[in-house]
Structures are given as C-alpha cells and as structure tokens.
C-alpha cells in the first residue's frame, strides 16, 4: 500500500511494520505486560459518544488552540518518544520540523535520540522539553539548566516512573542499548533492507542527552535506572517548581486528589496519562478518569490529555470530557515509519482532515467551543 492509499492511522501502523526490523518496531508499538491497558486507551476512546447537532454553518471550521499564550493551529501536538531514532532514522527531527510547518507543539524527550539542543533549533520557538528526574540531582540539573539555555518554554516532568515498566516484547528482542547485533537481528536487518540502509547512514541511535553517563551501559536495564526515580517525591516538585522559571507540567496524573495537589504547588498544567501503556498494565484509560480530574481541577490550571488518540475525532472526545489540548505520540510516528518525512505528513494530514470531518459533522465551528454539552449522555 503507497502512503497515498492510506487512509487511517492503523494503515500507517501497518506498512511501518513491514518496514521495520521487529526488534525497533516493538520498541514503540509494544507496552507493558499483556498489553491490555496500551489496547484499553484506544478503546475506551471508540465507548464515548458526541451527539452530531446539524443545519448549523459549518462551512468554516476553526481548529486553531490557545495554550500558555500561544495560539496553536491545531489542538494537540506531538508527545516525547524516547530512543523514536531507532524506529526510523531521523525521526526526532523530521517529527520537530513537522510541529514546526504545522505551529503546534513538539516535546522533546529527554531520552531522545537527538540533543535538546538540536531539537529546539528544529522546533524553532515551537519545541517543549520533557524532564525524567535522575536519581543523581547534578544529572537532572545538568538538563534543566541545558533546556533553560535552549530556551524551552515549557518543561513537562514525567512523574509516572518510580519502576520500570515490563515489557515483554523488549524482552523477548533482548532489546539493549546500544544495540547488540545478534544472530536474529541481523537476520532482521538483511528482511529490512532500506531501514538497514538508512539506519547506516545515520549511525546507531542512543539517547544523545546522557550519552556521557552511559557510554558504561551494558543493556536497556542500565539505561532504564538512570531514567526512573523511585524516590521522586512531592518535595523534589516543588524544588523543582521554584527552579524552572518557564511553565511547568506533571505528565502521568491520572487522580484527581494528585491533579488538585499540582495545582496547589504552583504547576501550570497536567498531562492525564499512563504513558501510551507503556509502564502500567493494569492502570484506567486516560479518558476514564479524565471527567473527575476535570471536575475536581474546576478550570485552576490547564489539562492535557495523551494515550490512546487515533483518530481525528479522539481530540473532541478529550475536550468534550475536560481537556483543554492534547498530545499523540504513536500515531504521528507510524506515519514517520511508513514513510520518513512523507509518511509523518500523511499522517498528520489524516489526523486534520478527520478532526475537521467530525467537527462539522458534530456542527462545530470552533474546537474551544466543544464542551460537556456534546457528549451523548451515558445510558444506565
């Protein structure tokens, strides 16, 4: 199937695993355990209705957001991906340019495969970065004051990691960084041809921001310990809070007492999410909980939804439930798998093309005027 004939996001999804050694692909699309919470996310999202109210104008429909003072034209943006180089060469900064052309935000994971630098460059004022708090306080210094000189507006803190979540599709591809070339990857890498290709001209990927601390690194275990902190605690927040000058976000809230406590320290905003279902099995789906993190934040501080989005309708669902923006990781990297550069914007043209299809339909001309209101009413 040509990217031209791809008409959803899971027809991306598709043609990237053709193209992909299984080992690389696994590293994005798989999740925790049985993967149940990673499929319970995209299907909760297909359990929630919006009643369509027609004759109304629709010949105009204004996607455009405004977040922390920037107007964005489209009401989500790209999430942090860590090590997405090994899923497709250059991915993290065909991804910031994208964000770029298209004015909505792209976080830049702090275990990305390119430098915070390279990709606020890429971003171009656009970019925001996403901190995983080391249990070394010089390391997370070190890349607070690196994203303050890259002038970051936004630092998005990744709460939900106090273990690291198991995922048995790693472990069965004895993933490991960097990687080993074993008997089966190879056989992968010779079944895949153009990402071999591609793959060697761009060098193995790693995570650039800790390239020093883990030049000792031995397996993906290694690298995970200096990614989880199971001591981050409130306190270490609100240090944090008094440090990071710029706007600041909780990413991986999924309670609402948890929402109200970031708002009380002085946090511009959450992200609900359960990382794509990537560290928790047996957690909610983002959008269960999202309407009482909602009810319970009453407009204080800024929510932003992730996990599970694949369709252009998800973005409606999300702000009729409480969200003011969300964020869609996995599907804009299909796209990038599927076809480098061309497949990242096929996928975003997809995403845009269904979120104005379902707002006309839904007879909505403005995507902040969707509320509460659109959602069908549970039936009991």
């Known amino acids: 199937m040509g990217l031209d004939r791809a008409a959803s996001i899971e027809d991306l999804r598709l043609r990237a695993r053709r193209r992909i050694p299984r080992f690389a692909f696994d590293l ?39 977040l922390f003072g920037q107007t964005f034209d489209l009401p989500f943006g790209m ?42 460059e890429a971003a171009e004022g656009n970019g925001w970065f996403q901190l995983y708090v080391s249990g070394d306080e010089a390391v997370t210094e070190s890349l607070v004051a690196r994203a303050e000189a890259a002038q970051y507006p936004v630092m998005m803190v990744t709460a939900d990691v106090p273990a690291a979540g198991k995922r048995d599709r790693d472990i069965r591809n004895q993933l490991s960084v960097p990687f080993r070339f074993t008997p089966e990857v190879l056989v992968q890498l010779a079944l895949n041809p153009v990402w071999s290709l591609a793959s060697l001209q761009h060098g193995k990927p790693n995570i650039a921001n800790y390239a020093d601390l883990l030049q000792s690194a031995t397996s993906y275990a290694d690298v995970q310990k200096t990614l989880i902190t199971p001591g981050f605690t409130w306190e270490h927040l609100e240090r944090l809070r008094d440090r990071w000058k710029g706007r600041l976000l909780v990413k991986g809230i999924l309670h609402a007492d948890d929402a109200v406590r970031c708002a009380d320290i002085g946090c511009d905003g959450i992200v609900v999410s359960n990382h794509g279902g990537r560290q928790v099995a047996f957690g909610p789906a983002t959008v269960d909980v999202l309407p009482d993190i909602a009810a319970a934040l009453d407009g204080r501080i800024r929510i932003i939804l992730d996990s599970g989005i694949r369709r252009g309708a998800d973005f409606m669902r999300a702000k009729a439930l409480g969200a003011d923006f969300a964020f869609s990781g996995r599907a804009l990297a299909y796209g990038v798998g599927a076809g480098g550069a061309a497949g990242a914007q096929r996928a975003m043209d997809i995403l845009k093309l269904e979120l104005v299809r379902a707002m006309g339909q839904l007879g909505a001309t403005s995507f902040d005027a969707i509320d509460a209101a659109a959602r069908t009413p549970p039936t009991t």
């Open 28 to 66: 994005v699309d798989g999740g925790a355990e049985s993967e149940h919470n990673l499929r319970r996310n995209s299907a909760a999202f297909e359990e929630i209705s919006l009643t369509p109210r027609y004759m109304r104008d629709v010949a105009r429909i204004d996607t455009r957001a405004g």
């Open 79 to 120: 999430a942090p991906i860590g090590m997405l180089n090994a899923f497709w060469p250059d991915a993290d900064l065909i991804l910031a340019r994208l964000c770029k052309r298209e004015n909505i935000p792209y976080v830049a994971s702090s275990a990305a495969s390119t430098t915070l630098e390279r990709l606020a």
